[in-house]
C-alpha cells in the first residue's frame, strides 16, 4: 500500500507525461493492474475535491441550458478527451499514437478492441501478451444464456436491430454480479469489481448478441459459427457474422470497433450509460439505455442513414457520379429541410480524424480499389464541406464518424448502428468502472423553467 504523499506523487507524475500510458506497460492481469491504478486516481480526486472543489471552471448562459449543454463542462470522464481541432485522444494518445503502440491481432495490423479497452480502463498500453490473455477472457465468456437466445430467436425480423440489441442487452442483467452482490448488502469499495466483472462478462456477449441479430434479420436459418477461444474479439464476431474468411474486413471491423469504443463522455449514449449506472443500476440496464441513444439518427443511427442517403444517390445518379452531381443531390437534400448525414459535430470542428484513419484504411488496400460506394464516400468528402459552408448553418461543416459508412461491401445498412454498438461499450463501460471506483455520486443537475429563468434574469 502507497502512502497518501507517494501516492500524490505518482498522481502528479501521471498528469504531467502525455505519454504516461506507454511508459506504465507491465506483465501484470488487467485487474492486477487496475487494483494499482485506481487508488493513485482515487488520491487525484481526493485532492481536487479538498484543493479546488471551489475553483470556477465556466460560468453558464442561458445559451447553454436551452442549447443542449453544449460546452458546459459538467462531468468527470477518465478515459478520453476531445479537441475540437484534434479530436479524440485517449488518455492523451491520438489515433495515429494508438496506431503505433497498441497491439493488434496475431496476424493482423490494426488496433483490436481489446488493446483499446485496457488502454482506457487502465491508462496503459498492452502487451501484446496481456492483449491475447484478455482476448482469450472474452472468448471463453462470450457464449450466451439459452434464453437470451430464444428471445433473440422470438424476435420478429422487421424489428430494428437497434432494438433487439438493446432489449437482449437488457435481458442479460439476469445474472448481473453488480446486481446480486448488491442484494447481499455489498460496501461500497466493493462496487467497482462487481461492475468490471459486469462490464467484461457483457463486452464478451456482444459479438454473439450482435452476430445472432444479424443472422435472425438477413440469413435466417443459417448455422452461426461457434466461439473459437484462440481468436479475438473481432476474429469471433467476424466468424460469426460469416465474413470470417475476409480478412479485410475482419481488420477494417477491428480497427472500426476499436476508433468507435469512446468519444469522451458528453456524447448522448456514453453519457446515457453513465447517468442511468449512476443510480446504481447495473451495466447491463446501463448499457440497455445507452444503446438507445446510440439509435438515434443524429447520433449513432447516423451511419444508417449515411449509407442509405448513399445507396439513394447512387440509385438516382447511376454510375460515373461527377462532382457536380453530389453537389446538386448535397443541395437537393439541404432545401428539403434534412441534415447531411454524417457531416457537422456536437465539439468537432474538423474533419473526425476517425474517419480520415477509416478512410486510410480503405486506400491502402488494393482490393478496395475502385468500390464505387468508397469513390462516392471520398468524392463526397471532396465537396460536401464547401456545400455545409454555402449552406451556413452548421458550425461544423466537415464529415464526422459515420460518413464513412459504405466504405465495405457491407449493404445491410440498418445492421450498421449495431457494430457501433459492439464498440462503444469499450468506453461507456469503462467510465462505469472508473465512476463505480471513484465513488461518483448520483447524477442530478438543476434544470430551470423559462418562468423561472426570466425571473432570475430580472433579479440580476
Ligand atoms: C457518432 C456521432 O454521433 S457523430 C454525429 C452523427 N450525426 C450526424 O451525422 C447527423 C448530421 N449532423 C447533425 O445533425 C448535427 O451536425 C449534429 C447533431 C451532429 C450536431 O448538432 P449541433 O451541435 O446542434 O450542430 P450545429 O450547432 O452545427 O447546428 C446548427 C444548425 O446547423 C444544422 N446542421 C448541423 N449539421 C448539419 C448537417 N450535417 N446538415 C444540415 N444541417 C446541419 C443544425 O440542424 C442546426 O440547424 P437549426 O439551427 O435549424 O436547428
Ligand atoms: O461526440 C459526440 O457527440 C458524437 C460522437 O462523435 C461519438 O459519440 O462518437
Redesign the pocket.
Known sequence: MLSRTALSRQAASLRRSSLFAQRFASTKSLRDTLQEVIPVKQEQLRKLKSEHGQTVVGDVKVDNIIG?M?GLKAMLWEASVLDPIEGIRFHGLSIPDCQKVLPAAPGGKEIIPESMLWLLLTGQVPTPEQTQALSRELAEKGDLPKFVEQLIDSFPRTLHPMTQLGMAVAALNHDSSFQAAYERGMKKPEYWTHTLEDCINLIARLPALAARIYRNVYNPGTELATIDKNLDLVGNYSNMLGYGDNHSLTEYLRLYIALHGD?EGG?ASAHTAHLVNSTLSDPYLSYSAALFALAG????L?NQ??LRWQLAMQKELGDNITHEDIKAYLWKT?KSGQ????????VLRNPDPRFIALQEFCDSRPELKGSPIIDLVNKTFQVAPDV?KE?G????PYP???ATSGMFSFVEFKYYTVIFGVSRALGALTQLVWARALGLPLERPKSMSMDALEKFIKNQ
Open positions: 443542449g453544449r468519444h456524447n439518427p443524429l447520433h449513432g447516423a442513414e449515411v439541404l441534415v447531411v448525414p454524417g457531416y457537422g459535430h456536437g455545409l449552406h448553418k452548421t458550425k461544423n464526422n464518424v459515420d
